[in-house]
């Protein structure tokens, strides 16, 4: 299985920015929604939760979300799949609809803490880059004073 992505620097560069939500719930169905009539209009912030925490209720759920941005460096993309795969090993291909900086993250009557697996997520792409980061000897050799000098010190 192949997977083709349709676009280019170009296409990226003038994408429509999107209004985007990040929901706890499965919602069938794959087209354009109301969401500043029937959704962003009944958003509040809740200042007894703190600053920049949200509410708002799905389909009768109280929902309790922040405003989160996109890692540094990196850029949200919403992709759509252009025909339905006919099975598990077939080729895809994607084109983009939009691209995001920064969204609405939801949770179901709890307050977003970084203990949300989501949350978690996002803070990865700080972890790889500091593991990917080239170590110079002269950094190892710093490395290994501090080392020495913390086995001394402890009894």
């Known amino acids: ?27 069938d169905g794959d087209g354009e929604a109301n969401v500043e009539q029937y959704f962003n209009n009944y958003t509040r912030e809740a200042t007894e939760f703190g600053s920049g925490i949200l509410t708002n209720a ?18 949200g993309l919403v992709l759509q799949e252009t025909e339905k795969p006919i099975s598990e090993s077939s080729d895809r291909q994607l084109r983009l609809t939009g ?5 609405t993250y939801w949770n179901y009557d709890k307050v977003p803490s970084n203990g949300d697996a989501y949350r978690q997520a996002l803070l990865l792409a700080d972890v790889a880059q500091a593991l990917s980061q080239p170590i110079t000897e002269h950094d190892l050799e710093a490395e290994i004073a501090r080392n020495k000098e913390n086995a001394k010190e402890s009894p």
């Open 99 to 103: 691209v995001f900086g920064d969204f």
């Open 1 to 27: 299985m192949s997977i083709t992505l349709d676009f280019n620097g170009k296409n990226l560069a003038k994408s429509k920015q999107l209004d985007l939500h990040y929901l706890p719930a499965k919602i």
């Open 58 to 75: 799905l389909r009768g759920y109280p929902l309790v979300g922040e405003q989160l941005k996109v890692p540094e460096g990196y850029r």
